[in-house]
């Protein structure tokens, strides 16, 4: 055999090699991505995918059936989040539990948690020192993980012509220094605050906290159950007044959002101009004012937060799945979509 002919076979050889190694490269391109095989699960090895995107990507969610429960705020959140989160995990069973004998919130939430009542709770304020206190005293301790961005709004009558409150005048308000709306540039008309109880939940801690500022709640105000109720008073009541999550007041027919400021001359929306007026509602509602909350340009705003037990157990395994479910792209635009601000 020649030199040559040797050279030539040589160089079939190598081609019909390289055109053999193409079509088999081809072939594994076209079977892993029409079956969704990943080239770390063809080569044995593992692929550890940040949690950013997707639930499906969240790793060390257990199976089970988990209670949990808490702030009445997170409810519109609940209504997008568990649906889609057993889509996506089914063997992860969420289960909304609420108190026996006391009314549902933040506070309950954490105390059913550390009853051991439930896996986890949601809040809609930080926890306490004391809630601290007490887990440490049961052998664990329990961490507020932050998954989104609320705010409060103040709902009037929508028949009420003010042009808005600061926090100083909001403060007078509901202990009982200002009890006349004419007082305020307004018609002459006796203001009737309602709130839940203090010992409710997170909505009423927090603005008892940084609103009252440790002043008690005067003797004009009236208590109410929960926040539906409280918003049917309103729109009844021409000098009703009511504060809650602004999820809850900002997309609502029956009543107007008042603007907030901390200066009479910033008072800031909280809802996206232009103002919907009653008569086009419920065909168009009035959307939060994203921006404001998320600037903190408006002047009370809150984080929520999912309570997680660390006791190295189920319980908070569940909490933390929970926590990084929310915070996933796909949590987030969820989030948003009940009326929130996201996180990040």
């Not at 391109?29 to 593992?46: E, Q, V």
């Not at 601290?132 to 049961?138: F, G, H, I, S």
């Not at 208590?223 to 009511?242: D, M, Q, R, W």
């Amino acid at each position: 055999m020649t030199q040559q002919h040797r050279t030539n076979e040589t160089k079939v050889l190598v081609l019909t090699l390289a055109i053999t190694l193409g079509l088999v490269g081809g072939f594994l391109w076209w079977f892993s991505h029409s079956y969704g095989i990943k080239a770390g699960y063809l080569n044995r090895t593992r692929v550890d995918t940040p949690t950013t995107d997707t639930f499906s990507q969240v790793p060390d969610v257990p199976t089970g059936l988990f209670s949990y429960g808490g702030s009445t705020t997170w409810a519109p959140i609940r209504q997008q989040v568990d649906s889609a989160v057993a889509i996506v995990w089914p063997r992860f069973q969420l289960r909304y539990t609420e108190p026996i004998e006391a009314a549902p919130g933040s506070s309950t939430g954490i105390k059913m948690l550390l009853g051991n009542q439930l896996a986890f709770s949601q809040s809609s304020r930080a926890l306490k020192p004391e809630e601290n206190e007490q887990a440490k005293q049961l052998g664990f301790t329990i961490k507020a993980v932050p998954v989104a961005i609320d705010g409060l709004a103040i709902a009037v009558n929508h028949n009420l012509s003010i042009p808005g409150l600061t926090l100083a005048q909001l403060k007078d308000i509901y202990t009982g220094k200002l009890t006349n709306w004419q007082q305020l540039g307004g018609p002459n008309l006796p203001i009737t605050p309602y709130s839940r109880r203090l010992d409710a939940g997170g909505t009423v801690d927090f603005f008892d906290e940084n609103v009252l500022a440790g002043e008690k709640f005067g003797s004009n105000v009236k208590f109410v159950h929960s926040t539906t109720p409280a918003l049917e008073e309103v729109a009844k009541n021409p000098g009703g007044i009511y504060y809650a999550s602004a999820p809850e007041v900002i997309g609502q027919c029956s009543i107007k959002p008042l603007s907030l400021g901390r200066k009479s001359d910033k008072l800031v929306k909280p809802y996206k101009e232009p103002y919907i007026p009653p008569e086009k509602c419920p065909k168009q509602r009035n959307q939060l004012n994203k921006e404001a909350f998320q600037t903190g340009e408006y002047p009370i705003t809150r984080r929520l937060f999912v309570i997680v037990k660390q006791n190295g157990q189920s319980d908070q395994q569940a909490g933390d799945a929970y926590a990084n479910l929310l915070l996933t792209d796909q949590g987030q635009e969820l989030i948003a979509k009940a009326g929130f601000v996201r996180l990040r």
